[in-house]
């Protein structure tokens, strides 16, 4: 999530890119929960795809978003990048608005109307993901077996309920389609801590 105050100039997702083209110095990013993380990685491909630089970036890292927030919705900075559990609430009060979601289609329920970047002109395309990892030399058997069982758990109400209370999209990956995602998330995770100097 992209997450500007209600009362912002910035309007728009495209608003956004357009000042971090001109200035990015002039849209102080904040950000839990240190320099390098997920959310911070989140801003820094943003730029990348507005044609910039991550190391441009006027950035704040706080202790977590319940710091962050309040420092967005007080005007102290610009912009939040966080999860959107984490902001559902303030922007159904009105107090806060999303401006894009990096995901690859749309977020369910009360953020249904929040357009993704890509559908804005913008390839962002990162988020948080949750995942079981095994030992190596598993026998197909055992993979089949794990991957059936994790599946089923998926379908299972409790399952639904954490998705719909947290505002998470349901995209179960395994095997090869789960590889080509770590890859491509390394690659993109890479490239934004290697403008920040945070890796070579």
Known sequence: M????????????KD???????????VTIGFSPVLGAHNHIAAGLLMKAAGGNARD?????YK?????????????IDLVTTAAGNVAQ???AGRLRIVGVSSDRRLPGPLADV???????????????RAIFAPKGLSPQQVTYWEGLLRKATE????????????????????????????????DMKSVLVDIGLAK
């Open 2 to 13: 992209y997450v500007v105050a209600a009362d912002t100039p910035i309007k728009t997702g």
């Open 16 to 26: 956004l890119i357009a000042r971090l083209r001109k200035d990015p110095k002039s």
């Open 57 to 61: 970036l006027k950035v704040v890292a």
């Open 64 to 76: 977590g978003s319940a710091d962050a927030i309040p420092n967005l919705m007080g005007g102290h």
């Open 90 to 92: 303030h922007v159904a």
């Open 115 to 129: 357009p993704t970047w890509k559908e804005q002109g913008v390839n962002v395309l990162f988020g948080a993901w």
């Open 156 to 187: 299972a109400p409790e399952w639904k309920d954490d998705l719909q209370k947290n505002v998470w999209a349901d995209a179960f990956l395994s095997g090869d389609a789960f590889r080509k995602d770590l890859d491509q998330d390394y690659a």
